[in-house]
């Protein structure tokens, strides 16, 4: 079907710069995508072995000084400390795309930030009608954040595993999407999981923020500057009440994105450098590579065997759980999409068809690190329905994946005769061919 000039694209072919942006930032995450299931598989395979005791002994354990409110498990220790790394260059990533990146054009923030958004309200709205026709309530009805968030570097192990070869503007749209589901589920932990909140610490934490500020700003990165600083932040941040991955947020999100030709040369780094990509280099691997899969180790040893598989089918939050996000996903992010075509009368582009965003939407029902960690937020680490839920996660995460693979594996051979397109360079000047009308002089993305 030909597609009429003077209506918008969806999915179009990006920039190649945007293209090469995208691919360096999911090689990363494959990467840790792999480490993760590596560490949630030898969770769940120690925790249900003879030696489950030792598992939890280990999680378990209190280390830290109880004068500073830092007497924590190693399993709080991961979900407080390590994430606030994988949320840190969670904020550097969202300043980069609303600034540099794919979002500072409202035009083309608009599908992926309606698709997002879709893909967050229906899986809490859909959670919380399951619930109520299971006949749930009360503390069940806490965990409806757990189903909205997508975790990315599962995803793209999953892509890995399958070989598929989705075309640069999928791979965009769906890194895109992952960084809009990162900022609504943070503020969805600051605003609705803070049980109490001290306001005189959360006030003196702006003061090493601030000083943070001042010295990336300026471009002074010397690390035994900036490390007491972040540290500093993050423990008033957790001894305020809200949690403190949130200060990890905070902290990349004053990091400077673009270069600074005016910058005195009392900086440490050049007056050309993108600080937020050095930091982002240098942490994206810790976070994906050592945080993120300490965390799932931590977070996934659940009971599957000796009846806790059964117990959690029998909760009404962890069914709830499943049908949000193996459904809820996939409605709410195609039909976000979808909306979006429809009042904007865009269309498809060429050799991509709806399916392919089915696939995608499945994908996007993969909800693993953050859907962890608010469930944590919502029943209490440890608590009986806190595991059930954990399950649950793990379940409906393996059942998107698998349909997910199921389309996607269909479409393959459309998407290696894209691949093969975009890698064309025939005449040899190190873009290739596809790219060669795209604005190769955009912002520079790190």
Same mark, same amino acid.
């Given at each position: 079907?030909?597609?009429?000039?003077?209506?918008?694209?969806?999915?179009?072919?990006?920039?190649?710069?945007?293209?090469?942006?995208?691919?360096?930032?999911?090689?990363?995450?494959?990467?840790?995508?792999?480490?993760?299931?590596?560490?949630?598989?030898?969770?769940?395979?120690?925790?249900?072995?003879?030696?489950?005791?030792?598992?939890?002994?280990?999680?378990?354990?209190?280390?830290?000084?109880?004068?500073?409110?830092?007497?924590?498990?190693?399993? !709080?220790?991961?979900?407080?400390?390590?994430?606030?790394?994988?949320?840190?260059?969670?904020?550097?990533?969202?300043?980069?795309?609303?600034?540099?990146?794919?979002?500072?054009?409202?035009?083309?923030?608009?599908?992926?930030?309606?698709?997002?958004?879709?893909?967050?309200?229906?899986?809490?709205?859909?959670?919380?009608?399951?619930?109520?026709?299971?006949?749930?309530?009360?503390?069940?009805?806490?965990?409806?954040?757990?189903?909205?968030?997508?975790?990315?570097?599962?995803?793209?192990?999953?892509?890995?595993?399958?070989?598929?070869?989705?075309?640069?503007?999928?791979?965009?749209?769906?890194?895109?999407?992952?960084?809009?589901?990162?900022?609504?589920?943070?503020?969805?932990?600051?605003?609705?999981?803070?049980?109490?909140?001290?306001?005189?610490?959360?006030?003196?934490?702006?003061?090493?923020?601030?000083?943070?500020?001042?010295?990336?700003?300026?471009?002074?990165?010397?690390?035994?500057?900036?490390?007491?600083?972040?540290?500093?932040?993050?423990?008033?941040?957790?001894?305020?009440?809200?949690?403190?991955?949130?200060?990890?947020?905070?902290?990349?999100?004053?990091?400077?994105?673009?270069?600074?030709?005016?910058?005195?040369?009392?900086?440490?780094?050049?007056?050309?450098?993108?600080?937020?990509?050095?930091?982002?280099?240098?942490?994206?691997?810790?976070?994906?590579?050592?945080?993120?899969?300490?965390?799932?180790?931590?977070?996934?040893?659940? !009971?599957?065997?000796?009846?806790?598989?059964?117990?959690?089918?029998?909760?009404?939050?962890?069914?709830?759980?499943?049908?949000?996000?193996?459904?809820?996903?996939?409605?709410?992010?195609?039909?976000?999409?979808?909306?979006?075509?429809?009042?904007?009368?865009?269309?498809?582009?060429?050799?991509?068809?709806?399916?392919?965003?089915?696939?995608?939407?499945?994908?996007?029902?993969?909800?693993?690190?953050?859907?962890?960690?608010?469930?944590?937020?919502?029943?209490?680490?440890?608590?009986?329905?806190?595991?059930?839920?954990?399950?649950?996660?793990?379940?409906?995460?393996?059942?998107?994946?698998?349909?997910?693979?199921?389309?996607?594996?269909?479409?393959?051979?459309?998407?290696?005769?894209?691949?093969?397109?975009?890698?064309?360079?025939?005449?040899?000047?190190?873009?290739?061919?596809?790219?060669?009308?795209?604005?190769?002089?955009?912002?520079?993305?790190?």
């Amino acid at each position: 079907m030909s597609l009429n000039p003077l209506r918008p694209r969806l999915f179009a072919r990006t920039t190649w710069q945007e293209a090469q942006y995208v691919a360096a930032a999911l090689r990363t995450e494959t990467v840790g995508g792999a480490l993760l299931l590596t560490a949630a598989v030898a969770a769940l395979a120690w925790a249900n072995s003879p030696w489950s005791d030792a598992y939890s002994a280990l999680r378990d354990l209190q280390v830290g000084p109880h004068a500073l409110h830092l007497d924590l498990t190693l399993g !709080q220790w991961a979900a407080d400390g390590l994430l606030a790394i994988f949320f840190f260059v969670a904020g550097l990533e969202l300043k980069r795309e609303f600034l540099v990146g794919e979002l500072r054009s409202p035009a083309k923030a608009a599908l992926p930030v309606a698709a997002a958004l879709c893909g967050v309200a229906v899986p809490a709205a859909l959670y919380l009608a399951t619930v109520s026709l299971l006949g749930g309530g009360g503390d069940a009805l806490r965990g409806w954040a757990v189903p909205t968030a997508t975790d990315i570097a599962f995803a793209l192990a999953v892509l890995a595993v399958i070989g598929t070869h989705l075309p640069s503007a999928l791979r965009s749209f769906l890194l895109t999407l992952a960084v809009v589901d990162d900022l609504v589920a943070i503020t969805i932990i600051a605003v609705f999981y803070t049980q109490s909140l001290d306001l005189p610490l959360l006030g003196l934490a702006l003061l090493p923020l601030a000083a943070f500020a001042w010295l990336v700003q300026r471009r002074i990165a010397h690390w035994w500057l900036l490390l007491p600083l972040a540290l500093l932040t993050w423990g008033l941040v957790h001894a305020s009440g809200i949690h403190a991955t949130v200060a990890g947020v905070l902290l990349g999100l004053v990091v400077p994105v673009r270069p600074r030709a005016s910058v005195p040369r009392v900086s440490t780094l050049d007056a050309d450098t993108d600080v937020a990509h050095r930091f982002e280099h240098r942490l994206r691997p810790l976070s994906a590579g050592v945080a993120v899969p300490v965390f799932a180790f931590f977070a996934a040893g659940v !009971q599957v065997v000796g009846g806790g598989f059964g117990d959690s089918l029998a909760d009404e939050a962890a069914a709830a759980v499943v049908v949000a996000l193996v459904l809820g996903k996939v409605v709410g992010v195609l039909g976000g999409t979808w909306t979006f075509a429809r009042f904007t009368r865009a269309e498809l582009d060429d050799d991509l068809a709806w399916w392919d965003v089915v696939g995608l939407s499945m994908l996007a029902g993969i909800g693993f690190t953050v859907s962890l960690l608010v469930g944590e937020l919502a029943f209490g680490t440890g608590s009986p329905r806190d595991e059930h839920v954990k399950l649950a996660v793990l379940t409906g995460s393996v059942l998107s994946a698998l349909l997910a693979t199921v389309v996607l594996r269909a479409r393959n051979r459309v998407y290696r005769r894209l691949e093969e397109l975009e890698s064309r360079d025939d005449d040899g000047d190190g873009i290739p061919d596809a790219f060669q009308g795209t604005d190769v002089q955009a912002p520079p993305r790190g």
